[in-house]
C-alpha cells in the first residue's frame, strides 16, 4: 500500500514538473513550492499573540511620558485603583526594586556609557513615550481609561534632539556622564598617503533619516505563571536570546522560563528587542498571580519600538584622475537615543566594513561616535548598518562620476572587484568568497534598457524638458549570516553567531525539523521541509517544522541579519547528515553488508550494484521497533547539530532605476525598476521573489517617504500612519526581477542571504536616480525622504539650469558607454 502511495505521489510530481517545464528528478531545492505556511497565515486559521486568551486573563495599559526629559517628582495611582475592573496601578518607584535595567548586549568598547535603563521610570524620563506608570485591568479598555486618573509632577529639562549639538560644549546632558556613549574606530592600510596629493577628492555629507519599523502585527505580550514557572508569549524574533535576557534582567530562574513566539506577523529588526513590556509583564504576572496581556496601538507603536537608521555621514574618496579608488575615510555619528538597547551601539558598526562596498582600494578609515539624545533609542531595521554603508558608497562613487565626466557605471566597473579575483579579501580585512559583479550588472542594463533611456534622457535636456529623466545605478555587496562566533566576539558582541537543529524520524517513517531559527513571515517551514525532504529522499509533504518555543526548540539563536537560511538552515543540513549516517549504520546491518558498500538515492540504501535495500522510512521503523539493531546502537535515528559558520556570506547585486521627475512640481514617478541579485544557490525561487520585493519597497520608503519627526522639544510628530507615510501598492512600480547565481563556499548547500538584500540596494539606486535627472540644475543632492516639496525646494534653491542648456555632454562629459568607447 505504501509503495503504491509513494508511486503515486512520484507520478503526481513528474505531472507537475512537466506542466511546469521543470526538470522531472525529485529535488525540492531549487523548485518554487508554495508556502505550507501561508494557508493558515492568510485565513486567520492561526495564533497570533494577541489571540491567546488564558483563564482570568487581565490587561496592562501603559502611562506614558508626555514630554521629552524631565524629572518626576510625583507620581499618584490612588485615583486609577478606584477604578471599576482595576485590579492594580502602579508608577515606577513601586516596581524599582525589582525590574532592573533593560540588557545592552554589545559594549563596543572598554569605554562605552551604557546607562541604566528601567523598564518603567523611576526618577527621570528621557523620551517621549516612556513608560512612567501602569494600570492593571479586568478588560482593555478599562485599564486604558484608568490612566487618565493617574497623577504624574514633572520638572522640566532641556530637550536634546540634535546630534551635533549635543556633542557641543556646554550642551544640555542626557545623563549625568554626558551625551557621548562611545566612540570606535578602525583603520586599515594608510589613510593619509591615499589623500596626500590625490588628483580628485570627493567629500559628501549625508543624513540616513530617522524610521519606524512598522510590523503588519503591532507587538505584544501575554504572560503567565503557576507560582513555579512562567510563560511569556510574545510578537518577538528572538525568543532564546529573549529567554536568557529575561532570566538575567528579572532573576527568574532560565530553567522556569518558557518563552513562545507564535506565528509573528512581521519584525524586520523591531522585534529583535528586550522590551520593557516584556519585563514588565512578567513582573505583574509574578506580583499578581494572574495572566497579564498587552498589545499596542500603533501611534503607541510609533512612540515605543525602537527606531532605525538615524546617522550623520561624511564620506571622503581619494581617486586617480581615472577614476580607480585610493582610499575611503567616513566619519560617522549614529544616533543612540535615550538609552543602549540590545544591540543599539553595535547598528552602526556592522556597516563599518561595508562603506568600501564592492571596490578595491589601498586605504580605509573609519570613525563612529554614538550620541544619547532625548528620543526613542535606535536599534536593528531592516538591513541594520548596511543599508547606510551602501548608500554612502553608492552616492559618493556616482559623485566621483560626475567629477570625471564619466559614465556611473563606467567608474563601478575600473573599481570592483573582477569574478576570477575571487575569493578577495578586502580593505576590511573580509574574505569574500565569490561573486560575478559583470554578470549581474551586464544582466541588469540589458533589463533596463540602459543606452536607449541614456539616450533619451540626453534628448529630454536638450529640449529642456519639465519632466527630466534621472537614471540611478546601485552596485552592492552586504555581510550578512551573522556569523562566526569567535568574529563576533572580537567585536565585543555578546552572543555568538551559532544555530541549531535536530531532525526526528518518527516510526511511520515522517520527519520533524525542530530549528532555532524563529520565522516573522519568511517561510522557514517550506525552506526548511525542501532541505530536509532533498537530504532525507522523502516527500515534502512528510516533513513538518517546529520553531519559536523554547520548550520544543530548546537552543538556537533565531532571525535576523538574514541569517536563517546560510546558518539555520545549513544546520537543518548537517543534523540530516547524521540522521543519514546513523541510518547507514542500522542499513548495513540488516542488509549484512558492509556501510562502504551501501548507495544512498532517493531515500534508499541499496548494495551497490544490487536491488536490495531499504528505505529510510523502513529504517525509522525498525529503529522504533528495536528488534533487530547493531549492538550498542539506540534505538533512534534522531540527530541534533549546532552550526556555526566559518565566515559571513556575501550577496550581490545590482539594481537600476529610471526616475522621471517633474521640475515644475518636485514629483518623482518611478518608471521602471530593474534588480538583479545574486543570493548564491536557491532554496525557493518563489521567496526569494517575495523577499527581494518587500525589501526594495522598504527602501523606496525610506528614499521617498518615510521620516519620523521630531520637534525641538522632542517631540515626536509622526506618531500615526497619517503622519507617518509608508508606501502603498499602488506608491510602487512593477519590479523586474531577475538573478545571477555564483554558490557561496562558505556553507555546503552554497546559500547566501536575501532578507535584506532590496532594502540595502534600493535606496541608492532611486536617489541616484533622482540627482541624475536633476544634475543640469546644479543638483548634488536631495536629502531622503526625496518628496515633492523637498525635491522643488532644492531646484528652487539651486537656480535657473546651466544657460547654455543641460545636455548629456554637460553633465557626463564625453559621454560614454559602460564599456568606456564613445556613443
Known sequence: MTEQLDAGLVAERIAEDDRLGRPSDRREVGRARRRKEDARLLTGRTTWTDNIQLPGMLYVAFLRSPMAHARITRVDVSAARARPGVVAAYGGQDLAGEQGSLPCAWPVTEDIVIPDHPPMAVSEVRYVGEAVACVVATDRYKAVDALEAIEVDYEPLEAVVDMTEALAEGAPKVHESGNRAFTWKFAQGDIDAAFRDAPVVIDRTYVQQRLIPTAMEPRAVVAATDGETFTLHSSTQIPHVLRVMLAMTTGIPEHRLRVIAPDVGGGFGSKLQVTAEEVLALLLARRLGRPVKWTESRSEGNLTVHHGRDQLQRIRIAAERDGRIRGVKVELLADMGAYLMLVTPGIPLLGAFMYNGIYKMDAYDFTCTGVFTTKMPTDAYRGAGRPEATFAIERAVDELAHELGLDPVEVRRRNWIAHEEFPYTTVCGLTYDSGNYEAATDRALALLGYDALRAEQAERRARRDPVQLGIGVSTYTEMCGLAPSRVLGSLSYGAGGWEHATVRMLPTGRVEVITGTSPHGQGHETAW??????????????????????????????????????????????????????????????????????????????VRGTAEGRTIQQLALAAFAAHDLPDGFEP??????????????????????????????????????????????????????????????????????????????????????????????????EFVTDRTETPATSNPLGVKGVGEAGTIASTPAVVNAIVDALRPYGVHDVRMPCTPARVWQTITDAGPPEASGPDETTDFGPAQTPEGGAR
Not at 525542501?530 to 509533504?541: H, R, S
Not at 541579485?677 to 528614499?703: F, K, R
Not at 517617504?705 to 500615526?720: C, M, R, S, V, Y
Request: aromatic share 6%; glycine share 10%; hydrophobic share 40%.
Open 636 to 733: 533512534s535515528l534522531d540527530a541534533e547539530t549546532t552550526f556555526d559558520p566559518d565566515n559571513f556570506s556575501f550577496p550581490h547585486g545590482t539594481h537600476l532605476c529610471a526616475v522621471e521627475v517633474d521640475t515644475e512640481t518636485g514629483e518623482s514617478r518611478i518608471r521602471s525598476y530593474v534588480a538583479v541579485d545574486d543570493v548564491g544557490s536557491v532554496v525557493n525561487p518563489l521567496i526569494v521573489e517575495g523577499q527581494v520585493h518587500g525589501g526594495i519597497a522598504q527602501g523606496i520608503g525610506q528614499a521617498l517617504f518615510e521620516e519620523a519627526i521630531h520637534d525641538p522639544e522632542g517631540n515626536l510628530l509622526t506618531t500615526t500612519m497619517a503622519d507617518y507615510l509608508i508606501p502603498s501598492a499602488a506608491d510602487l512600480p
Open 529 to 606: 521541509s525542501q532541505i530536509a525532504a532533498d537530504a532525507l529522499g522523502v516527500p515534502f509533504e512528510d516533513v513538518s517544522v517546529l520553531h519559536g518555543d523554547t520548550a520544543v526548540s530548546h537552543k538556537g539563536m533565531d532571525t535576523y541579519g538574514s541569517r536563517s537560511l546560510v546558518v539555520g538552515g545549513v544546520a537543518v543540513l548537517s543534523a540530516c547528515e547524521k540522521v543519514k549516517d546513523r541510518a547507514r549504520e542500522l542499513a548495513a546491518h540488516m542488509l549484512e553488508a558492509s556501510a562502504d558498500d551501501l548507495e544512498f538515492r532517493d531515500g534508499s540504501f541499496t
